[in-house]
């Protein structure tokens, strides 16, 4: 038997991406001369930062055949309850200016985002509701909440002291040097920990990892609880980077998590992908499109358009390859 | 001894239907309960005005509902049925007022067709996507659903001057119960002709049984001569189409155009459809149990406006609605289960 | 040491509160193979189940080497050295066959890593010192499925364990497989292992075992030395009683040729088929695993594409085979995989037996189905075929032994009155007497004068129905058989003989 071939579709999607990416950066650089300014690339990192986390936590969910929809509510919640305690802090005027109040803030959002990811998972290992049904209703339940708490208001953050756009080193925003610790901190705790690797597996096989006594209930609520907590800390982490928390916070967010997983080559139906290079190469793509479209100036309502079309693009792929049931 | 196991059978069978009438029609029972302490204690609900409101409220989310079930009964989902809604009122609100066709009963005619098929136009496509080219319909529709909300708003941005687009004629706010007090019962009528035909469509024909089985194993189902692509294709035809008519719905009760008229609706759609009993991963479920899931997650509405409760705990507490009755669906099928299981063995 | 490795002591299991196990008690020695046999239904399973830590016993202890052992989850029967190899593969296709040996017990380095370079180098010596030739490196969902299943055993060989569970091993084996296995599994005994042996298929447990134990209903009916092993005893023990005719007799006329396939091809397994089918006749097709016999006639009846080859059937040529088309043509086709492509597991069972004719009951204009026709026929069928159900409107399939199950299977079949039904395995886990009563229900359809076309790996089966085998080996058909002249040796080197032009 040796090596089955890999299909054309398979080889289209793992390099593919990576050709496209290279054509769109090719395009836009010559369509717009500050394409390629250091200064649009070091924002454009900056800008992926905050998303490329929340794929890493949609990674662990996906690993597993599971989605989370509730990404984009999740890190307003998060971010919205860290900013109200923010304002409780700084009622007396003071401004947040340590870094462990930083670390105090972002811990608060992360567990809250942890706690969202709680109850999905809980739901969804435990209850076994189907992922989508679970996480589309706590997308509407964590937003409503936080419109709540906040009694709709816009929270700004910048004027409490609570920014990173002037927290840079070398000249690259904090926000990336971040990114990066947790990409690659993911990335071996996918590949070097037992759970990783059994979370990999039971993807490929609910029931045979069952009967091996792997603990699938507890891996896949691990998951859950992994994706909210990064989405909580990149909830808090736009807000600082936005100056602050209006009701539309990573509204949609999902849709830019979701798409740059599968163009990352992380499969929707599971156990198949990897976060280095998965989460950041489908990421920067598509905010490499976003961001190109903005610099030609087109109309905003394009985008909607264009990342639906991305979802749609990058999912076909995805289901070509896989030969399963259809839902 | 063999009488006596014979009445015990007897017994676990009686319990066994009692058990699955009480399941059945849980949710109905919590309705009437609901409406009943409604009535009492409720101010402001106990009046002509506010149940003919209600029963108003309840006849589009019947109509696009109804759509939703049937995909749901094959484990799929159709997120783009909001978008579908946004985009019917956007167009038809422009052919109604802004083309040459405007003030004849043309626009009128025009603007039915239009809606329809852009509803056809979004199930064709969701369709061949899942069914022909095998995506997941979760991720297949959240795609459609951005796109076509997408030119909704793009549509809105570059044809009207706002976001709405108001001034429709009376013929055709009808069909929203709206342009004459009169016209008030004219969805109600669309709405109980959507729920026989769906029922109907369901328990008693082919493509109803085919449908179940589909939703359960489509291995199976192939195997035994079912055409599951076809099947599943027209699942998402008619979802669009009732998603489109729903749409029309809609903006005749609007008396306007709103390019973001669905946004907020999904929770509401798939509300009724999985409170009511149907379940999500597919094969159980009816047309009857969506009925009642419209009538009660409209009731919570009307009730929890009428109670002051802020607008943004809407969907909190809905969704806490939702995820309880998903979680009491799989509870009660796997007692059905075990209970039968417990019958075929004394029998 | 004591005398016996594990002893159960008066084991009992309910489930949703019907007992299933009633008090069993059995004892296992270390260096012994130990066969387990019953019929489907008997409680083996759940036996080793119990042992697996898959779940736990209601009442009842276990001793292992005198110590109490009480396992809660299949972790704890691993730690205990037990190992269990279930009846389905439980590898993962998208690891490498290193990462599946060590998936329950993942080495770690210094630093608490997973560590891949020891997986790797020890997991790859472990196949090499069992005499296997897999690449650790390699993916699973890259071999064959006769590998994939030695990758299983090799996994359980490779923690050293003292006591092996093997709950039907052989099913997807090829007999060089096999014979493979049986040798590790002399071996392991010979090491000291206790080695528990569940099967169907007597002859193997008669060629292996030290002592069989037989179950039925749920408790121990008798055990038997390896001297004393009787195969009438043995089955009457199983049955409960004596067991008359193993097979029925049909006197059936053979007409003329109702199908006639011409080369036809399914890469990468059917490398050009042809035969011919009569009236009134069963054809039985047998065929080592993977000489390509479910491939053949699954691209027959079109569930996987066809890629050359002529198909002429009842005068009409099948230019592009498809489920639903075959069927309106009258062909019926029963796969090998009951719960997956068979049946509606967790719909009742009158929904199940209607399914396949929903059309033809149906009005023509509205395509309304008479709720009063459906059960008519669905009693109709349940009685005929002695279906053992007490309400098929609220017992589901799920809830069938596996025998009943494949009854219902064949009735939604016999439904239709097929010209032609293909069967894929048409007996396996159906117990004893379901089987005689599946087989005249066979050989009555081809009496009205219907083809029958059976695929099974059980040669004795198909000498007792067929009558006519083709034997197909490598992709090919190498020999044709008939009745009267079976002869199971001539077979077996037909069966060979693809695999030798092979190698």
Not at chain 1, 27 to 45: D, E, Q, V
Not at chain 2, 34 to 63: D, M, Q, R, T, W
Request: charged letters at 15%; a positive charge.
């Amino acid at each position: 038997m040796g090596k089955a071939r890999r299909s054309p579709l398979e080889f289209a999607l793992k390099y593919g991406v990576y050709t496209i990416f290279v054509v769109i950066v090719i395009i836009f650089g010559l369509s717009n001369k500050n394409f390629l300014s250091t200064s649009n690339i070091l924002l454009l990192l900056e800008q992926s930062a905050p998303i490329m986390i929340g794929v890493i936590g949609m990674t662990f969910v996906m690993m597993d055949g599971g989605i989370d929809i509730s990404a984009g509510s999740n890190m307003y919640l998060s971010a919205a309850v860290s900013a109200l305690l923010m304002t409780r802090m700084t009622a007396d005027g003071s401004l947040i200016t340590s870094a462990w109040q930083y670390i105090l803030f972002m811990l608060v959002s992360l567990c809250v985002g942890a706690l969202i990811g709680f109850f999905n998972g809980l739901m969804i290992s435990r209850f076994r509701i189907v992922p989508f049904i679970v996480t589309l209703i706590t997308t509407s339940i964590a937003r409503g909440l936080g419109m709540f708490f906040t009694d709709m208001k816009l929270i700004i953050v910048n004027n409490m002291g609570f920014k990173f756009n002037d927290k840079s080193f070398l000249g690259i925003s904090l926000l990336v040097y971040i990114a990066v610790a947790l990409l690659i901190l993911f990335h071996c705790v996918l590949r070097y920990t037992t759970y990783g690797c059994q979370l990999k597996a039971q993807g490929n096989n609910h029931e045979a990892a069952q009967k091996l006594g792997i603990n699938i209930t507890r891996n896949t609520l691990i998951s859950y609880v992994l994706c909210g907590a990064l989405c909580g800390l990149a909830g808090i982490m736009l807000a600082g980077q936005s100056g602050g928390v209006p009701t539309s916070l990573a509204e949609g967010y999902e849709f830019i998590i979701i798409p740059s997983a599968v163009l990352g080559g992380i499969s929707l139906f599971g156990g198949k992908g990897s976060i280095l290079p998965g989460c950041i190469i489908g990421n920067l793509l598509i905010n490499t499109i976003v961001n190109g479209l903005t610099m030609m100036s087109a109309n905003p309502y394009v985008y909607t358009i264009v990342r639906g079309v991305i979802i749609f693009i990058a999912v076909m792929v995805d289901s070509l390859n896989y030969k399963g049931e259809i839902r | 001894m063999a009488l006596n196991n014979k009445a015990s059978y007897e017994k676990a069978l009686r319990s066994i239907r009692l058990k699955r009438l009480l399941s059945d029609n849980a949710i109905l029972v919590i309705w009437v309960v609901f409406f009943a302490a409604s009535l009492l204690f409720v101010e402001g609900f106990a009046s002509a005005y506010n149940i003919k409101n209600y029963l108003s409220n309840c006849a589009p989310l019947l109509v696009v509902a109804a759509g939703l079930t049937i995909v749901t009964l094959n484990g799929g989902i159709d997120f783009s049925t909001t978008s579908v809604i946004s985009l019917v009122s956007t167009i038809t609100a422009y052919i109604l007022v802004k083309t040459a066709l405007a003030d004849t009963i043309w626009a009128i005619i025009v603007a039915f067709l239009v809606g329809l098929g852009i509803g056809a136009l979004v199930g064709v496509i969701n369709g061949l996507a899942i069914s022909g080219l095998k995506m997941p319909s979760f991720v297949a529709t959240l795609a459609t659903k951005l796109v076509f909300s997408g030119v909704a708003v793009w549509f809105g941005s570059v044809f009207y001057e706002k976001v709405s687009l108001p001034g429709l004629p009376a013929g055709f706010t009808a069909i929203g119960g709206k342009g004459n007090p009169n016209y008030w019962f004219i969805p109600l009528l669309i709405a109980l002709f959507v729920f026989v035909l769906i029922e109907w469509l369901l328990s008693k024909t082919v493509f109803g049984r085919r449908v179940y089985a589909v939703g359960v194993n489509p291995r199976t189902s192939q195997i035994s001569g079912i055409p599951v692509r076809r099947t599943i294709f027209f699942e998402f035809l008619l979802c669009g189409l009732l998603a489109g008519l729903a749409g029309l719905m809609y903006t005749g009760k609007n008396r306007a155009g709103i390019t973001t008229l669905g946004d907020d609706m999904f929770v509401n759609i798939v509300g009724s459809v999985v409170i009511g009993g149907t379940s999500p991963a597919g094969g159980f479920g009816s047309m009857r149990k969506t009925l009642y899931g419209v009538l009660f997650l409209t009731l919570l509405s009307t009730i929890l406006n009428l109670l002051g409760i802020p607008y943004t705990l809407y969907d909190v507490i809905k969704g806490v609605f939702v995820l309880i009755a998903a979680g009491l669906e799989l509870v009660t099928r796997r007692m059905n289960i075990r209970a039968a299981a417990k019958a075929a063995k004394m029998g | 040491m004591h005398e016996y490795i594990l002893e159960m002591q008066d084991i009992r299991k309910s489930f949703f509160g019907v007992e299933v196990l009633h008090g069993v008690s059995l004892q296992f020695k270390a260096g012994e193979v130990y066969g387990l046999v019953g019929e489907n239904g008997a409680g083996k399973s759940t036996l080793m189940n119990i042992i697996g830590g898959v779940f736990p016993a209601d009442s009842g202890g276990m001793l292992l080497n005198g110590e109490k052992y009480k396992p809660v989850t299949p972790r704890d029967a691993r730690d205990a050295r037990i190992a269990f190899i279930h009846q389905e593969l439980n590898l993962f296709s998208n690891l490498t066959v290193a990462e599946n040996l060590y998936i329950d017990q993942l080495p770690k380095n210094a630093i608490q890593a997973v560590d891949y370079k020891h997986m790797r180098r020890e997991g790859g010596e472990r196949l090499k010192s069992l005499g296997l030739d897999i690449s650790p490196n390699a993916l699973v969902s890259d071999l064959p499925m006769g590998i994939r299943q030695t990758v299983e055993i090799a996994k359980a060989l490779l923690m050293n364990a003292r006591i092996i569970l093997f709950d039907e091993p052989t099913t997807s084996l090829s007999q060089k497989e096999k014979e493979y296995l049986f040798a590790t599994i002399r071996a392991l005994k010979e090491s000291g292992v206790a080695v528990v042996y569940i099967s169907h298929i007597l002859e193997d447990v008669f060629e292996l075992c030290d002592r069989v134990s037989v179950l039925r209903d749920g408790a121990l009916i008798g055990t038997r030395e390896r001297d004393e092993l009787n195969k009438d005893d043995i089955v009457s023990m199983m049955v409960g009683r004596k067991l008359e005719h193993a097979y029925p007799v049909v006197e059936k006329e053979i007409g003329e040729v109702l199908l006639t396939v011409k080369d036809v091809q399914a890469p990468p397994m059917v490398k050009g088929c042809s035969l011919e089918l009569r009236r009134g006749e069963v054809l039985g097709i047998f065929g080592l695993m993977g000489a390509g016999r479910t491939e053949f006639v699954r691209a027959v009846y079109g569930i996987d594409p066809l890629k050359g080859g002529s198909i002429l059937f009842d005068g009409e040529s099948i230019q592009k085979p498809a489920p639903k088309d075959c069927i309106s043509r009258g062909i019926a086709f029963i796969s090998e995989d009951r719960r997956g492509e068979g049946l509606l597991m967790p719909k009742p069972v009158d929904d199940n037996l209607i399914l396949a004719k929903i059309d033809d009951i149906a009005t023509p204009m509205m395509k309304i189905v008479p709720n009063a026709v459906v059960d008519k026929l669905t009693d109709i069928s349940i009685q005929e075929l002695r279906i053992r159900v007490s309400n098929k409107k609220l017992q589901m399939a799920t809830n069938l032994s596996g025998g009943n199950q494949q009854k219902v299977v064949v009735g939604k079949w016999l439904m239709l009155e097929p010209k032609m039904l293909i069967m894929d395995e048409p007996t396996r886990g159906v117990d004893v007497g379901a089987k005689y009563e599946i087989y005249s229900l066979i050989l009555d359809l081809a009496k009205r004068g219907s083809a029958v076309l059976c695929i099974s790996s059980e040669m004795e089966e198909l000498m007792g129905i067929c009558d006519r085998i083709l034997i197909m080996a490598n992709g090919r058909f190498t020999g044709e058989v008939h009745k009267g002249s079976f002869d199971p040796k001539t077979i077996m080197n037909y069966a060979l003989q693809g695999g030798e032009e092979n190698g």
